[in-house]
Nanobody, 129 residues
Framework: QVQLVESGGGWVQTGDSLTLSCAASGRTYSNYVMGWFRQATGKEREFVASMVYRGVLYYAAFVEGRFTISRDYARNTVYLQMNSLKPEDTAVYYC???????????????????????WGQGTQVTVSS
C-alpha cells in the first residue's frame, strides 16, 4: 500500500503562484505513475497533470502552460508548480498514483482517474479575485 501526502495548498490572489508537493511512502515500482487531479465544490474530480516517465507528461487543456509537473524520483515526490492562478483554479487538489501499464502515448489512460489506485487526502487551493 502506498500512502500519498500532499502539502503546499493555501489562499492566494489572482496571478499568484503556488507549488504543491506530494510525497509517496511505501513500495512503489518503476512504472508507478503520479499525477494531480482537482475537485471544485459541486463538480466532479478532474484531471490536471500526470508524469508518466521522465519527459512523458500530460496536462489538462485548462492548464494552458501555467502549471508544471515534476518529480523527484529519489525522494518519491511529485510537485505541481502553478503560476498565473485564476479564481477558477480554486479547488481541492489531490495527488494520485498507480501502476498504469500501457503505452506512453495512451493519454486516455493517464488522464483517467479510475486508473489511479492511490490517493492523497487533498489540499485546498483558494484563489481570490
Amino acid at each position: 500500500q502506498v500512502q500519498l501526502v500532499e502539502s503546499g495548498g493555501g489562499w492566494v490572489q489572482t496571478g499568484d503562484s503556488l507549488t504543491l508537493s506530494c510525497a509517496a511512502s511505501g513500495r512503489t515500482y518503476s512504472n508507478y505513475v503520479m499525477g494531480w487531479f482537482r475537485q471544485a465544490t459541486g463538480k466532479e474530480r478532474e484531471f490536471v497533470a500526470s508524469m508518466v516517465y521522465r519527459g512523458v507528461l500530460y496536462y489538462a487543456a485548462f492548464v494552458e502552460g501555467r502549471f508544471t509537473i515534476s518529480r523527484d524520483y529519489a525522494r518519491n515526490t511529485v510537485y505541481l508548480q502553478m503560476n498565473s492562478l485564476k479564481p477558477e483554479d480554486t479547488a481541492v487538489y489531490y495527488c494520485a498514483g498507480g501502476r498504469i501499464e500501457t503505452y506512453f502515448n495512451d493519454r486516455a489512460a493517464y488522464t483517467n482517474r479510475e486508473r489511479y489506485g492511490d490517493w492523497g487526502q487533498g489540499t485546498q487551493v483558494t484563489v481570490s479575485s
